[in-house]
């Protein structure tokens, strides 16, 4: 079983729609997590970045997390075309030295017109 | 968001010849940094973890002296591709730590002939 898993998609939706994105993971030493977005030949960008369980929201982005289930999402209200790109979930372990972050292997997301 | 930016953005050499990249945190002193490189549609690949002042420490599979890594200050990384080989193409993408967070340059793309 892989650490991270995550739909690769691809996901296609019109414009405005709501956008579920997801992730579980099996590592429970992962304490923090993040949402990238990496746009085609470009470096991820972060997004949003959590160490509890719950929910945070930036603008029309919320990122929920359930460490009890092991599982992370990310939604996007009102989605736009500027927001298709790939998605990629995030989790650090850190211990001491022992830092390390985990990628999921992204999912494409378009967002058509 | 904290800044982190990539030198060149994009490279063409010949084959044996080498190439240095350069990876800088702008507004950050950052505690790591780390070289990953990514092919067209797959997830980003690690290749080496460096901190400021010591040797880095390489991905299993990625050898240390064709990939040769400069960490010399909190805020600059090089990475350089000795005797370059068309093999060696890529999207080469820089990351910098700095407490939890993990913040990516916009990638370099080098293209060896």
């Known amino acids: 079983q892989k650490e991270v898993e995550q739909d690769p998609g691809p996901l296609s939706v019109p414009e405005g729609a709501i956008v579920s994105l997801n992730c579980t993971y099996s590592n429970s030493a992962f304490q923090y997590f993040m949402w990238y977005r990496q746009y085609s030949r470009k470096g991820p960008e972060l997004l949003m970045y959590?160490?509890?369980?719950g929910n945070k929201e930036d603008g029309r982005f919320t990122a929920q997390v359930d460490k009890s289930s092991k599982y992370i999402s990310l939604f996007i209200r009102d989605s736009q075309p500027s927001d298709s790109a790939t998605y990629l979930c995030?989790?650090?372990?850190?211990?001491?030295?022992?830092?390390?972050?985990?990628f999921g292997k992204g999912t494409l997301l378009t967002v058509n017109p | 968001g904290a800044v982190v930016s990539q030198h060149p953005s994009w490279v063409i050499c010949k084959s044996g010849t080498s190439v240095k990249i350069e990876c800088r945190s702008l507004d950050f002193q950052a505690t790591t940094m780390f070289w990953y490189r990514q092919f067209p549609k797959q997830s980003l690949m690690l290749m080496a973890t460096?901190?400021?002042?010591?040797?880095?420490?390489?991905e299993q599979g990625v050898e240390k002296d064709k990939f040769l890594i400069n960490h010399a200050s909190l805020t600059l990384s090089t990475l350089t591709v000795t005797s370059a080989h068309p093999e060696d193409s890529s999207f080469y993408i820089c990351?910098?730590?700095?407490?939890?967070?993990?913040?990516f340059g916009p990638g370099t793309r080098l293209t060896v002939l």
């Open positions: 990351s910098a730590r700095t407490g939890h967070e993990q913040f």
């Open positions: 460096s901190n400021e002042g010591s040797k880095a420490t390489y």
């Open positions: 959590t160490y509890s369980s």
């Open positions: 995030a989790m650090i372990s850190s211990g001491g030295s022992n830092y390390k972050l985990t």
